[in-house]
């Protein structure tokens, strides 16, 4: 692994360097996306099929043979084995309950001369998941990007997953039926960002597109931005672990494979104020490192963007993960509650030596969509908020219009928008009559 | 006006006409956005110091010359005419009432074994405040975006306003310094935006970008989306009025003039089921319109994209309204807080007579930067939420732990992520042993 110190001169710059990603979409992507999109919009299904069929290598006659019905999700979960069917039944009760802390709720107040103020809270009408297909296809993302959705009240959750080769994954469509997922499509790529942000004749538009894709997904994700609404743009996975040199080397070591195995573009560090013990984990990182099952892509991963950072003290550590703003944070500390109100970004806080990352990823409760990249200095977890929306409330009463309408005309003047002046100001009550007892929103003119 | 009537058979067409909108950056906006924010990533300070003298036809030496003292805000607020410094002052103060039952609050539970789940909320280190310059260079806008990030905590608000010509806006500077913003720099149009993005030596990184622009501002946005936050990218402003017929038709005209004044592309719908008052408010129309100070601009919005629109009933105008999800929703009924539970979609609500628009666009208190384009069915009013963030917390007591543990082992193996599983498997407590009593996250291993 990069081993840096931050003692180092080049120490700052070293560290620039070691984080740098920037996720590219090239010319040629670019084009290909704009194309699938521009066809999608004016043929439709048509496309939709013409697409899949090239790029997943299908022979589907139309869109009936890219839509599972509902009793296929049934069946999938009914026939998983008991011990599988059980912990993704778990997982999904987890979930559901964490994120029911998350629903925000309507507020309103009134003032004293009976102007009512507040916002109307509502969920989305309609929300589309992208799910990716092949080897990555992880029926535990369908449960962190539905699960927060049914339970923001959206009445109909899409799921598009392409199989490509023609290749299934039961345990996403068992996900699926567990997560109460309305419609699901097998398509994938550009045209079914497409599909879902302007509809066809059988994929209904949706309102948001949430989920993780290739670069292809990502740019046309970015590109109909806008049209609906996407979440963040995801970047590799990271993990940052902070320890105190008391933990299990074996267990850090571990914590840190369960990042780089994901891709080659993963990074896994651990920050730590004793060398030795950044010795004594470099240790079980190259004895443990051939036993793993995907040791190829984690040897990757780990050699080239990993790394075990030096740093004088506690302070420094602290400052280093809120440079770093990292998507996990381990706090491998006895303490970590005492850390916890210096950290200011990170996307998921892992508080104690008993907490990994992995149960965060599947079954702890919290979302495992996070924000990558440095990306948690301005943005959070999926949640149930990402699937509500809200409404700002205005209802005036006679006597508090006119009190506004003295500021809003003075102010609109000043900017030379006279007409809002004078909408303001056919509120204002006569001067010389004394303003009506507050009569609330109700009472019209 | 166009004239819609809802019995008609192309009715749904000619509404998707009429409501139609795309802000398109064509290749050449693009082009030009690419290359300067290569420059300006490149060359720093050089570059913003080029392109606004280029640009904004100025004659600055150095970005000493676009940085405006915090006292010029002071000076600009203390002289102006008492008025308006009483109204902005009146507006800031009930704008930040308004926000303060916005601030999203940390919140933390224990499960029964110990293990505490949560979320921690932190506000943004930086964020940047883009104001357009010249004619729509509006003070308003300075309180509305950056009340919000001073509620929620933001300890550096940085604002980028350009001056074309070297024209300074007195109210902006002013609403600046009313609002707390941290640093004022006169520059503007893609190079402000890369500058606040990117960071140069002068102007600090900043972690979201809010505010209005014209095409290069919004490209810009677009493209240095993920690098920091931004705002949504903001159409035309549009009001959509649903009433019962029992308004004053001047007030009615004067509040589809309020949003038609803004510039031609801007939207005003009327929406309601007695024909005579639609004809009652289209004479008051064109008995007004020449009376405006911006009749031009009014005249061309009205002509061509405002509408009256003659509904069968409430149902179907609530239907309307949905479909339409405004930036703008005037509800001129007796009794709107009965339809509020029906409608779905809006960015700002007003309910009642006595709530026109301008209200709100002032000083009623809610934000003024709504979604807008249809995209309130999946986004908000600006906010404090968006100047806060969210961190997950999970800490597993070691049974907790154990617990999850279980479940994350099978969930991971059968995705084939098998360091996942065995760093989960770490904190499996030996089977024959029982669970330890409840340690709680402090209780390390």
């Given at each position: ?31 290909t996306?704009?194309?699938v ?11 939709v099929v013409d697409y899949s069929n090239r790029f997943d290598h299908l022979q589907a006659a139309g869109m009936a043979a890219l839509t599972v019905?509902?009793?296929r999700?049934?069946?999938a ?53 992208y799910v990716p297909g092949g080897k990555a296809s992880y029926p535990?993302s369908v ?16 799921m598009c997953v392409p199989t490509p080769g023609g290749e299934v994954n039961e345990l996403v469509l068992a996900?699926a ?7 699901v499509f097998t398509i994938g790529g550009a045209q079914a ?19 993780p894709g290739n670069i292809y997904v ?228």
């Open positions: 692994m990069n081993r840096l110190d931050s003692r180092d001169a080049g120490f700052s710059a070293d560290l620039d360097r070691l984080l740098a990603w920037e996720g590219v979409s090239d010319a040629a992507v670019q084009r996306v704009d194309e999109i521009t066809r999608v919009r004016s043929e439709g299904d048509a496309a019905p509902r009793e999700l049934q069946q979960y009914e026939q998983l084995p008991g011990r599988e069917r059980d912990a993704l039944a778990a997982a999904a009760e987890r979930v559901r309950r964490y994120h029911a802390h998350q629903r925000q709720e309507s507020w309103q107040y009134t003032e004293a001369d009976g102007t009512l103020l507040g916002q109307q809270v509502t969920p989305l009408d309609r929300v589309g998941i535990s449960l962190m990007n539905a699960i927060p959705a049914k339970v923001a009240g959206v009445p109909e959750v899409i996900a039926w567990l997560a109460d997922v309305d419609r960002v497409a599909a879902l942000a302007y509809g066809t004749e059988s994929v209904p538009r949706v309102d948001k597109i949430v989920g990502a740019t046309a994700k970015r590109q109909v931005f806008g049209q609906v609404g996407i979440d963040m743009i995801a970047g590799p996975s990271e993990i940052l672990i902070y320890c105190d040199g008391l933990t299990d080397p074996d267990w850090i070591a571990m914590d840190l494979f369960s990042q780089a195995e994901h891709d080659e573009q993963a990074q896994s560090i651990l920050i730590a104020s004793d060398a030795a013990y950044l010795d004594a984990v470099q240790a079980r990182v190259d004895a443990l490192l051939p036993t793993l099952e995907r040791a190829d892509i984690a040897g990757v991963s780990i050699r080239e963007r990993g790394a075990l950072i030096l740093v004088r003290d506690e302070d420094e550590a602290v400052e280093l993960i809120n440079r770093i703003a990292p998507e996990h944070l381990e706090l491998s500390v006895a303490e970590p509650l005492a850390l916890l109100p210096r950290v200011r970004h990170a996307g998921a806080i892992f508080l104690g030596r008993h907490t990994p990352e992995a149960l965060g990823d599947y079954c702890a409760g919290p979302n495992h969509v996070l924000p990558t990249s440095g990306t948690a200095r301005f943005s959070s977890p999926l949640g149930v908020y990402d699937f509500q929306k809200r409404s700002s409330l205005i209802g005036c009463s006679p006597a508090g219009a006119s009190t506004l309408a003295g500021i809003a005309s003075v102010l609109a003047r000043g900017e030379g928008l006279t007409a809002h002046a004078r909408s303001a100001e056919l509120r204002l009550l006569p001067d010389d009559e004394p303003a009506p007892a507050a009569g609330g929103v109700e009472g019209g003119a």
